[in-house]
C-alpha cells in the first residue's frame, strides 16, 4: 500500500520544476536510502545508489505517467539502481578462513561480508510511520538488524530485490514484476527459491527476535552492564555476559572469535597492563544502530590524557546473553554524531545528535 502523493507537486517536478522535485526527494530520501541499505548492506553505497536514483528520476520525470504512485516509481528506480551497482560490482559471501581464536568451542565458520556496515537509528525515525499506517514494516527491527543483512547477501540480487520487495514492503506480485520487467510468474518463482534459502542463513533462534522498533529495556540494561565490564577492564564480569556460543565479527577485518572462551581471553589481554594487546583505559557511550543495542568505545592511551574514538560494537542479544557482537571501526563515528574524541568525564554527560552524511571507514578496534 503507498502512501498519498501529493499530485500538484508531482506534476510541477514532471513539467521541470526543480524545487517541487527536491521537496518530494526530501519526503522519500529516508526510506529509498533504507531500501538501498538492504539491498546492499553498506550505509555508503546505499548513500550513493539513492542519489543515483535521484539523479536517474530527475533525468527521466517525463517518463512517469502516473500508472503508479510516484513513490512506487521512486522505488522501482532505486532497486534497479541498486541491480545496476551490483552487476557492476558483484559480491559474494564466503567462509570465514580459520577462525584467529575459537577456544574449546567447535564453531561453523561464519560468512565474511566484508562491505557490511551499520545504520545509525536516528536517521531511520522520519520514515517510520505511526503503528498501523502503511508501510510501519519499513523499519521493522527484524528487517534491520544486522543478522538479516547478513542473510540476505547470500541471495542473487534479483532474487533479494523480489524479496525485499514482496516480503518487506509487502508489493503485489503485479507491482514488483512492473518495477523488475520480470513476469509474474517469474516473480512467484524467485520468491519460491528466496525464501527457503533466506531461512537457511538466518540464525538458528531466528523465533526468539522481537518484532520491535528498539531495544527492550532488558536489553538496554544487559549493554550497560556489558558497558560497565569494559570501562572497569573485567573480563570475569564480561564473560559472564556472554553465551556459550557467542561471535565476535569486526567487518571488513577477516578476523573472528567463536565461544564464550576465546573472546574473554582477548578481552583479558586488552585490559591487562603489560600484554602487547594493553590498549589502556576504555570509555563507552551507548548508541543505537540497526534497532540493535550497541555503543561507541573510547580508549585512552597510558601515555595521554584523552580518550580517542576506537569501535563500535552492535550486539545481538538473545536470552539475556550476547549471542554475537559486531565490530565496526571509529571511521564510522561521524555518522553516529560521536565526537572523535572524550575528556574524562565527558562520556557521562555526552549523547548523540543526528548523524552526519559524511563517512569513511577505518581501521577496527578491540571488542
Known amino acids: ?94 567462509p570465514y578462513q580459520s577462525p584467529s581464536h575459537s577456544g574449546t568451542y567447535p564453531a561453523e565458520r561464519p560468512s565474511e561480508i566484508p562491505w557490511l556496515q551499520p545504520y545509525p537509528d536516528a536517521l531511520l525515525e ?6 498501523g499506517e502503511p508501510d510501519a514494516v519499513v523499519v521493522a527491527r527484524e528487517t534491520i ?39 509474474v510468474a517469474a516473480v512467484k518463482s524467485a520468491l519460491q527459491r528466496a525464501r527457503p534459502a533466506l531461512r537457511e542463513r538466518l540464525p538458528g533462534r531466528r523465533l526468539d527476535w522481537a518484532i520491535s522498533s528498539e531495544p527492550t529495556q532488558d ?53 591487562t597492563p603489560g600484554s602487547s594487546a594493553y590498549h589502556g583505559d576504555w570509555r563507552l557511550v551507548p548508541v543505537h544502530a540497526n534497532r540493535q543495542p550497541a555503543t561507541a568505545k573510547y580508549n585512552r592511551r597510558p601515555d595521554e590524557t584523552t580518550y580517542r574514538a576506537q569501535s563500535l560494537d552492535v550486539l545481538r542479544i538473545v536470552g539475556g546473553q550476547v549471542l554475537e557482537i559486531t565490530t565496526f571501526g571509529p571511521g564510522f563515528f561521524p555518522i553516529f554524531a560521536l565526537p572523535e574524541t572524550l575528556t574524562s568525564g565527558s562520556a557521562d554527560s555526552f549523547s548523540p545528535g543526528r548523524p552526519s552524511q559524511q563517512t569513511t571507514t577505518d581501521e577496527r578496534g578491540a571488542p
Request: glycine share 4%.
Open 219 to 271: 536489553e538496554r540494561a544487559l549493554l550497560h552492564r556489558y558497558m560497565a565490564a569494559m570501562e572497569s577492564a573485567d573480563a570475569h564480569a564480561l564473560a559472564g555476559l556472554l553465551s556459550e556460543d557467542v561471535r565476535l565479527t569486526m567487518p571488513p577485518l577477516p578476523m573472528w572469535f567463536a565461544g564464550r572462551d576465546a573472546i574473554t581471553a582477548f578481552a583479558a589481554e586488552v585490559f
Open 126 to 131: 522520519p520514515v517510520a510511520p505511526r503503528q
Open 145 to 183: 538488524e544486522l543478522a538479516f543483512l547478513a542473510a540476505i547477501q547470500h541471495l542473487p540480487p534479483r532474487q533479494r530485490a523480489v524479496l525485499i520487495l514482496r516480503d518487506v514492503l509487502g508489493w503485489p506480485a503485479e507491482q514488483v514484476a512492473t518495477a523488475l520487467e520480470m513476469s
Open 1 to 94: 500500500m503507498d502512501l498519498v502523493d501529493d499530485d500538484a507537486a508531482v506534476a510541477a517536478a514532471r513539467a521541470g520544476d526543480e524545487s517541487a522535485f527536491a521537496g518530494l526527494a526530501a519526503k522519500y530520501r529516508r526510506e529509498l536510502q533504507v531500501h538501498c541499505y538492504r539491498m546492499l548492506a553498506s550505509f555508503e553505497d546505499a548513500e550513493d545508489l539513492t542519489q543515483e536514483a535521484f539523479l536517474r528520476a530527475w533525468r527521466g520525470r517525463e517518463t512517469f505517467v502516473g500508472r503508479s504512485t510516484f513513490r512506487a516509481w521512486l522505488y522501482r528506480i532505486a532497486t534497479n539502481a541498486c541491480l545496476d551497482f551490483l552487476d557492476r560490482n558483484p559480491r559474494r559471501p564466503r
